[in-house]
């Protein structure tokens, strides 16, 4: 059985959005997969929207377009009324149930994944790290890659000054899987 999956991540700046979707890029690569990443900005970094796509595969990948993807990363609650109504139907929705009411998503339609990520992150000691938590559900809920894979990765994505952070990056991957395995 051939392995495709593509997600959108989304968020506003600062969120750390392109940060986690360049780490599933890496761990896909490092993994021998295929992958593509295209990161998207609104008009303002920090604070304004942020989105991106990446796509795994074992197949070469037609295009890095994404019209309507399997899976989505939802951070805020402006990037879900944008991306939802694009998910297919079964669909996985990673949503940060800390900033989004999970009564905002259509669950009939899609498979949802409430994560109360900044909750998590804080009690790890860095909301800051609510990106990891998201990226570790998702790759729980979905099984794209091994969550040890994910881990790897961080020393490709983190800058070498801030290699400090990469344990507790790892901590807040493996909370957020462990949040979606508990439920």
């Known amino acids: 059985m051939s392995l495709y999956q593509d997600v959108i ?19 896909g690569m490092e993994h021998g997969l295929n992958v593509t990443y295209i990161p998207v900005y609104g008009p303002e ?4 929207t942020a ?4 796509v795994i595969s074992d197949d070469a990948i037609g295009s890095p ?10 951070m805020n609650r402006p990037s879900l009324d944008k991306f939802q109504p694009q998910l297919i139907d079964g669909g996985v929705l990673i949503v940060n149930s800390s900033l989004i009411d999970p009564a905002l998503a259509d669950a009939s339609r899609v498979r949802l994944v409430p994560v109360a990520c ?25 099984g794209v890659l091994p969550l040890s894979a994910v881990e ?30 508990k439920a």
């Open 9 to 27: 991540i989304a968020g506003f700046g600062g969120q750390g959005v392109m940060l986690i979707g360049n780490l599933l890029a890496y761990a």
């Open 45 to 48: 970094m920090r604070g304004g």
């Open 51 to 54: 989105n991106c796509t990446v």
């Open 65 to 74: 377009i994404i019209r309507s993807p399997k899976s989505l990363i939802i």
């Open 118 to 142: 900044n909750e998590i992150a804080d009690s790890l000691g860095n909301t800051r790290m609510a990106n990891m938590v998201a990226l570790g559900a998702y790759v729980e809920a979905t």
């Open 152 to 181: 790897d990765s961080l020393g490709h994505v983190i800058a070498k000054h801030y290699s400090h952070l990469i344990p507790k990056n790892a901590e807040a991957l493996r909370a957020g899987a462990a949040a979606v395995s």
